[in-house]
């Protein structure tokens, strides 16, 4: 994670601990991860200050509200997947 800069898919303790050593502060705001770490059902909070208002962290971890507005890509089959490249093609040609 810290050598490519991709958000871990694992949400575990160390990958927490490792978000706080890297990007946590003394004074900022705080930003609560809950959203990613707690598991289902649980009433752990996890929250990290954080004075870095640039892209890498927003990017990694983005606020609820960014993820409010985003889509899962799904997998098709074969056959969708080719009518779904036909209809791009036809975009861009």
Request: contains cysteine; hydrophobic residues 35%; proline residues 2%.
């Amino acid at each position: 994670m810290e050598y490519i800069g991709y958000t871990s898919c694992i949400a575990g303790d160390e990958i927490f601990d490792w978000v706080t050593e890297n990007f946590s502060t003394e004074e900022g705001d705080e930003v609560d991860l809950s959203y990613f770490f707690a598991t289902n059902g649980s009433s752990e909070t996890y929250k990290v200050i954080n004075n870095i208002h640039g892209r890498q962290f927003e990017t990694l971890y983005p606020s609820e509200d960014i993820i409010k507005r985003c889509v899962v890509m799904n997998y098709f089959p074969d056959e969708a997947n080719d009518r779904i490249t036909d209809m791009w093609i036809e975009v861009t040609a």
